[in-house]
């Protein structure tokens, strides 16, 4: 079974302070996902990455950044947070155009 | 732009009561659907998907889903709910754009209440 792991399910972080969010998958996958998802809004992408070194912004990029080091791990940035990035982080990985396996979830609370 | 429709955002049914969402998609060319639950407190998984073949799929738990192209949908179907079906139902959609990354739109979500 594929697995995506993330580091932390829960987070409460203070408006201003620089956030990791970490996800790490077992698969060999080569594209990783970052979504935000917020009641009535479902799940909405933030950046995605189709190999090591490689980004590409997704619908909703502002604010965010993204780091792939290694070919497992997926690392979502926030350089300063702010109230309206409260939300549930879901990461996921694929291979090719198959199906998306998504990690458990973080949810971050910024106050 | 892309975009995918999920008509109801609440639903609520007592068991045995069947079961359909409405999902519908703007996109003209090639699609993959999919329709994904996340039960209370667990991770978003795959309940079934459509790529090609029979437009009619099934998928786990008796789930399944009719993929209409001449009406953009792929509306999800369950003859008969139990109260373990109560969970949240996104349909998402690949767009066969030309490149090789599955980047998905997803709807906004169906909340499902199972009454016993």
């Known amino acids: 079974d594929v697995k995506v792991t993330q580091s932390s399910r829960y987070l409460v972080k203070r408006t201003g302070e620089k956030v990791f969010l970490e996800c790490v998958q077992d698969m060999d996958h080569e594209n990783m996902f970052w979504y935000r998802q917020d009641p009535g809004l479902g799940l909405r992408l933030i950046y995605f990455s189709y190999d090591v070194k490689m980004k590409e912004k997704g619908d909703i990029p502002e604010g965010y950044s993204v780091s792939r080091e290694k070919k497992e791990r997926f690392s979502l940035i926030l350089e300063s947070a702010s109230t309206n990035q409260t939300s549930m982080y879901l990461c996921?990985?694929?291979?090719?155009?198959?199906?998306?396996?998504f990690g458990p979830g973080t949810r971050l609370l910024v106050l | 732009a892309q975009s995918v429709s999920q008509h109801n955002h609440h639903v609520i049914l007592s068991e045995a009561a069947s079961l359909e969402l409405g999902c519908n998609y703007s996109y003209g060319g090639t699609v993959n659907l999919f329709w994904y639950v996340q039960y209370p407190g667990q991770h978003l998984q795959l309940l079934l998907k459509?790529?090609?073949?029979?437009?009619l799929v099934k998928g786990i738990k008796g789930f399944e889903a009719e993929f209409i192209k001449s009406k953009f949908s792929f509306n999800l179907r369950k003859p008969s709910v139990q109260w373990s079906d109560t969970a949240e139902y996104f349909c998402a959609v690949n767009a066969h754009s030309g490149g090789a990354t599955n980047k998905l739109i997803f709807g906004t979500g169906t909340l499902l209440a199972v009454q016993p």
């Open positions: 996921a990985s694929t291979a090719g155009l198959e199906t998306q396996y």
């Open positions: 459509y790529f090609s073949g029979d437009p």
